[in-house]
């Protein structure tokens, strides 16, 4: 199984999952979640698709870079199997025909910017560049990557059983997990053998200090007697006789 090992992809994984709750995942809405926050929205027509972004923060090389990690991360679970996909073609059509519910300001259309449903997970983006809209560029996609974005829009997944599991075990795969635990396992046998070498050199040790102690205590004991018997017999009688 691919393992994903960058921490960005695990991040994106982590929100692709809590999202798989729902049964299925709009792939359009997936990307929204993992990079479409905080001042960034794609804007769809007909023609193009858009990046508009808040230039102050960003440029859109950060902008394009974030994307190609979502698109390349969807593509390899795609082609690893780990996700199911099927296409709804009427998201797409509904998407690009519905206008604007309140009008656009003249200053904004003026940018080019049109009353279309964007992609982004920027619930407060459309107030925020009314407000300050010379804070905010637009920059046209590449044909390329604007097909895999009309394509994500109308296309749903299901998550792998596999994806799943590998997620939950705190992105470990089967092999690393049974790995895991014959290194565990082995660690404790390692533990096990030191410990039963340890025994088996202290006791022997043990035993004959014991022993020697023991003849040590016997042969003290002796020396007292000797001592004892000495010191309570008749002294020797040296008188000369002349």
Not at 83 to 91: C, G, L, R, V
Not at 177 to 198: C, E, M, N, P, Y
Not at 214 to 229: F, G, P
């Amino acid at each position: 199984m691919k393992e994903f090992n960058n921490k960005t992809e695990r991040e994106f994984l982590k929100i692709l999952l809590r999202m798989d709750e729902k049964i299925e995942v709009n792939l359009g809405t997936f990307l929204s979640k993992c990079i479409l926050n905080n001042d960034r929205l794609i804007q769809l027509d007909n023609k193009k698709i858009s990046l508009i972004f808040n230039f102050k923060k960003e440029n859109e090389l950060t902008f394009i870079k974030d994307l190609s990690i979502i698109i390349s991360l969807i593509e390899i679970l795609k082609d690893e199997k780990l996700i199911f996909t099927h296409i709804n073609p009427e998201i797409l059509n509904n998407r690009l025909t519905k206008s604007a519910t309140e009008p656009i300001p003249k200053h904004i259309k003026e940018k080019g910017w049109v009353g279309v449903t964007a992609l982004t997970n920027d619930k407060e983006i459309q107030n925020k560049i009314q407000k300050n809209s010379t804070d905010y560029g637009k920059w046209e996609l590449p044909t390329t990557l604007s097909s895999y974005i009309l394509e994500y829009i109308d296309q749903f997944c299901y998550v792998r059983p596999e994806l799943t599991e590998y997620i939950n075990n705190g992105f470990n795969t089967p092999e690393q997990i049974r790995f895991q635990k014959t290194l565990f396992w082995t660690r404790i046998a390692t533990v096990i053998s030191f410990v039963g070498l340890l025994i088996a050199i202290i006791i022997p040790i043990s035993t004959n200090n014991n022993v020697e102690k023991s003849k040590v205590n016997e042969i003290e004991k002796e020396i007292k007697e000797i001592i004892k018997d000495t010191a309570s017999s008749k002294p020797i009688d040296t008188t000369i006789i002349k």
